[in-house]
């Protein structure tokens, strides 16, 4: 094996999908792209590393809600797009052309163009890591969809996108808590 750069040791543990979470400051919808996530336990329970340096984050605080939309890999260049530009400034909506769509238990948007949406409140911040922890109130998939690849970052500018399934639920059906 040859030695590589500890700072770039990241790249080697990439935790989830790139997702899309949207917020709504009670004046105006906004989307960031969050490409640090991590599922809590077996439960709907879910953690984002963002901070102050993302427009979002203020409305995240302040309303402590949001949506996690995830997106498939034919809507790579409007994940990158997103997270390169700042909703100060643009619409994200509409300079990407996604459509947002009313939830039901959360002031912030769904994306329709997205396989799949997590209507979620906020219920810690972990300011010291800038991790913020969400609890999923409701989810939404769309089984229509026929792309349901989703995409990973790497953390260089690079991706990996998901491929070919493995199922080995028999073998480990005796190995998971009840009700998974």
Known sequence: MRRMRISKAFTLMESGPVVLVTTH???????MTISWTMVVDFTPLFAIT????NYSYAALRKSRECVISIPTVD??????GIGTCSGADTDKFAKFGLTPVQGKHVR?????ECLANIECRVIDIVKK???????????????????KRTIH???DGTFVVDGRK????KMMQSK?????
Request: glycine share 10%; no cysteine; proline share 6%.
């Open 108 to 112: 912030s948007p769904l994306i329709k």
């Open 153 to 155: 970052a790497i953390g």
């Open 75 to 80: 809507l790579i260049d409007q994940v990158v």
């Open 50 to 53: 963002t901070g102050p340096w």
């Open 129 to 147: 890591h800038n991790i913020v922890v969400l609890e999923g109130v409701a989810a939404y998939f769309d089984s229509s969809r026929k792309e």
């Open 176 to 180: 998971l808590p009840d009700g998974v």
């Open 25 to 31: 400051d009670g004046r105006k919808q906004n989307i």
């Open 166 to 169: 493995l199922n080995r639920r």
